[in-house]
Structures are given as structure tokens and as C-alpha cells.
């Protein structure tokens, strides 16, 4: 199966029976699949006229208590980050998967990791955060959006799987397991299906405060939610870090590299480590106090000029020295690259 | 006593913030009247715009949802994809539908999306202070128009009805005015064939109403009401530009 399509098959494994998207380049398999299998599970497929309307359609199907998923690529998610922001302020779940590709403006079809910033920080206006879930193999990619529509469900707030080109392309085994739901997801009590079905009290969805006060405690509220997030929801993995002396720092794809650069730097008598952050808001912050100690130096790698890169420099809070290698414009780095920043940090060549 | 005339139950009562002589609170009642009269209120779920009627999930007595700017069509096919047993209508001026949301209303009507809309077309962007709209007439001042809307340049108005009356998948499209109480009668049948449309699950079904906007004409609420009948009544002919059914 593509990564794309074991996204896909994910989420209606997880329930969602709805898809609003619009195609772009390289996630296409998405929509194509959903529309295909939608229906023989009584979903509905609604291609719309653009991103801007797919997520405002998302908006509109999760606010009415659905299971919801839409896909795009890097310039369409762009083109959704209004609808994100009042998908977030008004506190709707839904799941956003992104297949990067590389920028900025139109850019080109190739794997990318530029979208870093855009998904852990907000993306659109406003203060809030969407969870971002960063899969690096395509079993991975399955459990994950699964998991992503039940973080939904429990925080009422969008869940992003950003992957790369790379990843939604990719052919893999995989394995979708029966499919149930966490314990404890809170009734959609809050959904808009009409008075006659909650006892004649009207249900409002809105992100609308006119008064600052009542913004400001909204606001506040949201950050009480992502503060919850910050403790309970951090996932990462730590390879190889236990007799580390440098640790490699990637997700996604690049971690995958990494993780061939270090065995390649094992037969050089280099003894390096990954840790590969899982979540990418909430980051794991915390995954670097355990390897700091015996570590003397992290090597971030991105397909970026260095986004995810802030983030470590936060982590590591300059108790270490933190190198970058970084490749853009749709270029994937290879191991070898990534072995010659290793041997450049351990002072030129292996034992 | 005998009841002659009382508030529709399809209302609130949240006192409404409209400005005085404006006929958003009429067409407000026409609406909730008319799916109080159909016997859907208990399920209809409203799309509230970016514009004047922000608010307008306060005054309707049924669920709602309030959309970002010219986004209601959209919102509004979300929700009734999930609930099809759901009566959806989105309340949408003309900043909303007819600028920045034009996208989203020709593409819910191409898709023939079982949804009904409320347009008020009051030629102008009344919420923001009297900026030009798509529909504001040729020749008329507004705050970024200060020496009237120019046709070339600016343009000319945007006639919403009788373009969308060219989709096929359109079940039911008409052009209504309130300015005086015949045509609020009018009005209110309009309303009542859009979401009896719907109802019957024949498809995409708009309704627009003609309004006066006092505030931000500079004229007194009397004289915004014959300003409509003389001025934009020519630009906008009344009429049922669309009925699957035949009828008018």
C-alpha cells in the first residue's frame, strides 16, 4: 500500500465517514481513495472548489458531531489556515494530514519539511496550537491517524499528520487492526443537530468574543487544554542513545536517513544516536533532558533551512553545542551526507 | 383575549442590535416564521455570515453555526452532508456572498446542495461603515466609492439571481423586496417555497431580499424604504428567476 492510501484506509478505520478535499500534489491518492471507498461504508466524498471552502466544509460536518478528515499539500494547507484557526477557536475536532511538498509560494512537487513552523505554531491568525503528529513509516502513518482522530475527540481540537512526499509515496506492509475508539472521548453533547435532539437548548458553534474579557478567558482556556497536551500527549523515540556522543534530532523522512547514517556511522566506530520526536507539538522537550548528560553533541537534520531547529535549541537550552544540515527545494539528504556532518562533529573521520 | 399578532417562537428573545429603520429584524421574522409554519425550527441548523447578521445565531431559536467571512455555503454543505434530515440555511449579505464568498455559493449551487439561502442585498457593507459592495449601484457614493461607483473601474452591480439561475443543479431561485407590505408578503411566501423545497429534497434554493441600510445611506428610514423602490428596484428586477417546479 502507498502511504497515502494507508492514511486513507486509516482514518475510515477510525470511524471518519466524511472527506471534504481538493487535489494537489503529492497527496492526491487520498481523495482518490476516499471517494472510491467512502461510499461503501455509507460515507460521503465532497470534492470542493478549493481548500479554502474544503476546510470551512470540515468545519461545518464537525461541528454537526462527525468524524472528519481532510488532506492537502503545502500550498493548500496555506490556503486552509483560516478555516484551521476557527476550527481551533471554536474548539471542533476534526483531522488535517498534510504531504508536504517544498516551498515557499508555488515551489515544486518534491518531499519537503518546510512546514514546520506553519504546523507548530498556530499557522493561521490567533493564539493556538494544533496537535502534529509526524509519522516515519507507513505502519506508523495507520496507527497514528487513528490515534489522531481520537486526540481530536478528546481535546475538541484539530489534530494535524504531517507527513512528507516522501512518505504519502512510499510502499510498505502494513496492517490495519480492528479499530476501537480510547475510553473516555467526552459526548459530542455541543453538536449542532438540532433542538429536537437536546431537549429544545440551542447549540452555537463560534470562535466570536467581542468582549476581551471573555476572549481572553477563552483563550486562556485553550492554552489550559494544550498545557494538558504538553503533559499527557508527548511522544518521541530515543535509537541508539545510550552510549551516544552525538544525537541526531529528526522526524519524518530524515529520520529514516538518520537512522542508516548510524549504522553506517557504527561500522566507522562513531557512536551516534536519533532521537526522533513523535509529536511535533507538543515537542518533547522533555526527551532531551534524558540524553543530554552523556551526549556532547545533537545534530538536527531537515528538509528545511532549519525549523524544527528552534525547537531543539529551547530543549537543549545551550547546555550542548547544536549543529544543522539541512536540505530544501525538494532534496532529500542522503545517508552519506549526513555521515560526513557526524565525522566533521567528531573531529574528522571515524576511529 | 383573542391573539392577533404575537413573536414568532422561531426568535429569541435577545434584544437585536440592528440599527433602527434596518430591515434585517423583518427579514429575521419572515424567516423564523416561515420554518415555524413549515414545523422544522426543532431541526434546523442556521449558518450565521461575517457582516451585520453576525450575530444572528442569538435571534434564531434553533442550533446554529457561525461561518467565517463569505464561507456560510460551505459551512452549511458540511452540515447537511452529516445530518441530511437537517433543515440548513445560511443568512449571508452581500459583502459575504457576493465578494469575498462567491467561490462557495456558485459551487454549492452547481453542486445543487439541498440548502436554502437568505441573501439580503443592501448594496452596501453596513457592519465595516458603508464601504462599496459588488452590488452597489453605479452612481452611488459609498466610503470607498466618495464620488459614486463608476462602471468601468468599479463596476457595475452583480446581479446574484439571475447568474446562479443559469446553474442547472439550482432548484429554486427568486429575487424579493421588503420595502413596503405587500412585498413583505411576497417575501414571506418566497421563503417558504425555498425551504419547502428543501424539505422535499429538491436541492440548492436561494432567496434574495432586496433591504434598506439607513445608516449608511445617510437617509431616514422612511426614505431608505422608497430609496430601495426607486433606486435599486430597476437595477434588480423582482422575480422567481428559477422553479423546478414551473410555478411563480
Same mark, same amino acid.
Given at each position: 500500500?502507498?502511504?497515502?492510501?494507508?492514511?486513507?484506509?486509516?482514518?475510515?478505520?477510525?470511524?471518519?465517514?466524511?472527506?471534504?478535499?481538493?487535489?494537489?500534489?503529492?497527496?492526491?491518492?487520498?481523495?482518490?481513495?476516499?471517494?472510491?471507498?467512502?461510499?461503501?461504508?455509507?460515507?460521503?466524498?465532497?470534492?470542493?472548489?478549493?481548500?479554502?471552502?474544503?476546510?470551512?466544509?470540515?468545519?461545518?460536518?464537525?461541528?454537526?458531531?462527525?468524524?472528519?478528515?481532510?488532506?492537502?499539500?503545502?500550498?493548500?494547507?496555506?490556503?486552509?489556515?483560516?478555516?484551521?484557526?476557527?476550527?481551533?477557536?471554536?474548539?471542533?475536532?476534526?483531522?488535517?494530514?498534510?504531504?508536504?511538498?517544498?516551498?515557499?509560494?508555488?515551489?515544486?512537487?518534491?518531499?519537503?519539511?518546510?512546514?514546520?513552523?506553519?504546523?507548530?505554531?498556530?499557522?493561521?491568525?490567533?493564539?493556538?496550537?494544533?496537535?502534529?503528529?509526524?509519522?516515519?513509516?507507513?505502519?506508523?502513518?495507520?496507527?497514528?491517524?487513528?490515534?489522531?482522530?481520537?486526540?481530536?475527540?478528546?481535546?475538541?481540537?484539530?489534530?494535524?499528520?504531517?507527513?512528507?512526499?516522501?512518505?504519502?509515496?512510499?510502499?510498505?506492509?502494513?496492517?490495519?487492526? &480492528? +479499530?476501537?475508539?480510547?475510553?473516555?472521548? &467526552?459526548?459530542?453533547?455541543?453538536?449542532?443537530?438540532?433542538?429536537?435532539?437536546?431537549?429544545?437548548?440551542?447549540?452555537?458553534?463560534?470562535?466570536? +468574543?467581542?468582549?476581551?474579557?471573555?476572549?481572553?478567558?477563552?483563550?486562556?482556556?485553550?492554552?489550559?487544554?494544550?498545557?494538558?497536551?504538553?503533559?499527557?500527549?508527548?511522544?518521541?523515540?530515543?535509537?541508539?542513545?545510550?552510549?551516544?556522543?552525538?544525537?541526531?534530532?529528526?522526524?519524518?523522512?530524515?529520520?529514516?536517513?538518520?537512522?542508516?547514517?548510524?549504522?553506517?556511522?557504527?561500522?566507522?566506530?562513531?557512536?551516534?544516536?536519533?532521537?526522533?520526536?513523535?509529536?511535533?507539538?507538543?515537542?518533547?522537550?522533555?526527551?532531551?533532558?534524558?540524553?543530554?548528560?552523556?551526549?556532547?553533541?545533537?545534530?538536527?537534520?531537515?528538509?528545511?533551512?532549519?525549523?524544527?531547529?528552534?525547537?531543539?535549541?529551547?530543549?537543549?537550552?545551550?547546555?550542548?553545542?547544536?549543529?544543522?544540515?539541512?536540505?530544501?527545494?525538494?532534496?532529500?539528504?542522503?545517508?552519506?551526507?549526513?555521515?560526513?556532518?557526524?565525522?566533521?562533529?567528531?573531529?574528522?573521520?571515524?576511529? | 383575549?383573542?391573539?392577533?399578532?404575537?413573536?414568532?417562537?422561531?426568535?429569541?428573545?435577545?434584544?437585536?442590535?440592528?440599527?433602527?429603520?434596518?430591515?434585517?429584524?423583518?427579514?429575521?421574522?419572515?424567516?423564523?416564521?416561515?420554518?415555524?409554519?413549515?414545523?422544522?425550527?426543532?431541526?434546523?441548523?442556521?449558518? @450565521?455570515?461575517?457582516?451585520?447578521?453576525?450575530?444572528? !445565531?442569538?435571534?434564531?431559536?434553533?442550533?446554529?453555526?457561525?461561518?467565517?467571512?463569505?464561507?456560510?455555503?460551505?459551512? @452549511?454543505?458540511?452540515?447537511?452532508?452529516?445530518?441530511?434530515?437537517?433543515?440548513?440555511?445560511? !443568512?449571508?449579505?452581500?459583502?459575504?456572498?457576493?465578494?469575498?464568498?462567491?467561490?462557495?455559493?456558485?459551487? @454549492? @449551487?452547481?453542486?445543487?446542495?439541498?440548502?436554502?439561502?437568505?441573501?439580503?442585498?443592501?448594496?452596501?457593507?453596513?457592519?465595516?461603515?458603508?464601504?462599496?459592495?459588488?452590488?452597489?449601484?453605479?452612481?452611488?457614493?459609498?466610503?470607498?466609492?466618495?464620488?459614486?461607483?463608476?462602471?468601468?473601474?468599479?463596476?457595475?452591480?452583480?446581479?446574484?439571481?439571475?447568474?446562479?439561475?443559469?446553474?442547472?443543479?439550482?432548484? !429554486?431561485?427568486?429575487?424579493?423586496?421588503?420595502?413596503?407590505?405587500?412585498?413583505?408578503?411576497?417575501?414571506?411566501?418566497?421563503?417558504?417555497?425555498?425551504?419547502?423545497?428543501?424539505?422535499?429534497?429538491?436541492?440548492?434554493?436561494?432567496?434574495?431580499?432586496?433591504?434598506?441600510?439607513?445608516?449608511?445611506?445617510?437617509?431616514?428610514?422612511?426614505?431608505?424604504?422608497?430609496?430601495?423602490?426607486?433606486?435599486?428596484?430597476?437595477? !434588480?428586477?423582482?422575480?422567481?428567476?428559477?422553479?423546478?417546479?414551473?410555478?411563480?
Amino acid at each position: 500500500m502507498k502511504g497515502n492510501e494507508a492514511i486513507a484506509a486509516a482514518a475510515i478505520n477510525a470511524g471518519c465517514r466524511y472527506f471534504f478535499g481538493y487535489p494537489i500534489t503529492p497527496q492526491n491518492e487520498i481523495p482518490e481513495y476516499m471517494s472510491r471507498e467512502l461510499p461503501k461504508v455509507g460515507g460521503t466524498y465532497v470534492q470542493a472548489e478549493s481548500e479554502v471552502a474544503a476546510i470551512n466544509m470540515v468545519y461545518g460536518a464537525a461541528g454537526a458531531g462527525a468524524r472528519v478528515l481532510t488532506s492537502s499539500s503545502s500550498p493548500g494547507i496555506s490556503l486552509m489556515q483560516e478555516g484551521i484557526s476557527y476550527i481551533a477557536g471554536a474548539e471542533l475536532p476534526c483531522v488535517l494530514v498534510n504531504i508536504m511538498r517544498a516551498g515557499p509560494g508555488l515551489g515544486g512537487v518534491q518531499p519537503a519539511q518546510a512546514d514546520y513552523f506553519q504546523a507548530t505554531k498556530g499557522g493561521g491568525h490567533g493564539d493556538y496550537h494544533v496537535l502534529v503528529l509526524a509519522p516515519a513509516n507507513l505502519q506508523e502513518a495507520v496507527d497514528l491517524t487513528q490515534l489522531a482522530f481520537d486526540l481530536a475527540d478528546k481535546y475538541r481540537n484539530p489534530v494535524m499528520v504531517l507527513a512528507d512526499g516522501m512518505i504519502g509515496q512510499l510502499m510498505e506492509p502494513v496492517e490495519l487492526f &480492528p +479499530y476501537h475508539p480510547a475510553a473516555g472521548l &467526552p459526548p459530542k453533547d455541543w453538536a449542532t443537530t438540532g433542538t429536537i435532539h437536546s431537549g429544545g437548548r440551542q447549540r452555537v458553534i463560534n470562535s466570536l +468574543y467581542l468582549y476581551p474579557d471573555q476572549l481572553e478567558n477563552h483563550v486562556r482556556a485553550l492554552f489550559r487544554k494544550y498545557a494538558e497536551m504538553e503533559r499527557t500527549e508527548v511522544r518521541y523515540e530515543l535509537y541508539n542513545c545510550d552510549e551516544a556522543d552525538v544525537v541526531i534530532v529528526a522526524y519524518g523522512t530524515t529520520s529514516r536517513i538518520a537512522r542508516s547514517a548510524i549504522e553506517k556511522c557504527h561500522r566507522l566506530g562513531l557512536r551516534v544516536g536519533l532521537l526522533r520526536p513523535i509529536t511535533l507539538y507538543p515537542f518533547p522537550l522533555a526527551a532531551f533532558d534524558r540524553v543530554v548528560e552523556r551526549t556532547k553533541a545533537f545534530l538536527v537534520v531537515e528538509m528545511s533551512m532549519g525549523q524544527m531547529l528552534d525547537d531543539v535549541k529551547i530543549a537543549v537550552a545551550g547546555r550542548r553545542p547544536i549543529s544543522f544540515y539541512g536540505r530544501t527545494g525538494g532534496i532529500v539528504p542522503t545517508s552519506e551526507e549526513i555521515v560526513k556532518q557526524v565525522q566533521e562533529l567528531s573531529g574528522g573521520g571515524g576511529a | 383575549m383573542k391573539v392577533v399578532y404575537e413573536k414568532s417562537r422561531g426568535l429569541t428573545d435577545v434584544p437585536m442590535h440592528y440599527c433602527p429603520g434596518c430591515t434585517h429584524g423583518v427579514i429575521h421574522k419572515l424567516v423564523a416564521e416561515s420554518l415555524v409554519e413549515l414545523d422544522v425550527l426543532g431541526r434546523t441548523v442556521a449558518v @450565521a455570515p461575517v457582516g451585520c447578521a453576525v450575530f444572528a !445565531y442569538d435571534y434564531f431559536n434553533c442550533d446554529a453555526q457561525e461561518a467565517a467571512h463569505g464561507r456560510a455555503p460551505a459551512v @452549511a454543505t458540511g452540515i447537511k452532508r452529516v445530518h441530511p434530515d437537517n433543515i440548513v440555511f445560511t !443568512y449571508q449579505g452581500d459583502g459575504d456572498l457576493a465578494s469575498i464568498g462567491m467561490a462557495e455559493i456558485v459551487h @454549492a @449551487a452547481m453542486r445543487g446542495e439541498n440548502i436554502t439561502v437568505v441573501f439580503v442585498n443592501n448594496a452596501i457593507y453596513g457592519m465595516t461603515g458603508g464601504q462599496m459592495a459588488p452590488t452597489t449601484l453605479v452612481g452611488q457614493p459609498t466610503t470607498t466609492s466618495p464620488l459614486g461607483r463608476t462602471r468601468l473601474g468599479q463596476g457595475a452591480p452583480l446581479r446574484v439571481c439571475e447568474m446562479l439561475a443559469t446553474i442547472e443543479a439550482t432548484a !429554486y431561485i427568486a429575487r424579493v423586496s421588503v420595502h413596503n407590505i405587500p412585498r413583505l408578503n411576497a417575501a414571506k411566501r418566497a421563503l417558504k417555497k425555498a425551504f419547502q423545497m428543501q424539505i422535499e429534497n429538491k436541492g440548492f434554493s436561494l432567496v434574495e431580499v432586496l433591504s434598506s441600510c439607513p445608516t449608511n445611506w445617510g437617509l431616514s428610514p422612511v426614505d431608505a424604504l422608497h430609496w430601495v423602490e426607486q433606486n435599486m428596484l430597476p437595477a !434588480y428586477p423582482l422575480g422567481v428567476y428559477k422553479d423546478l417546479e414551473g410555478g411563480t
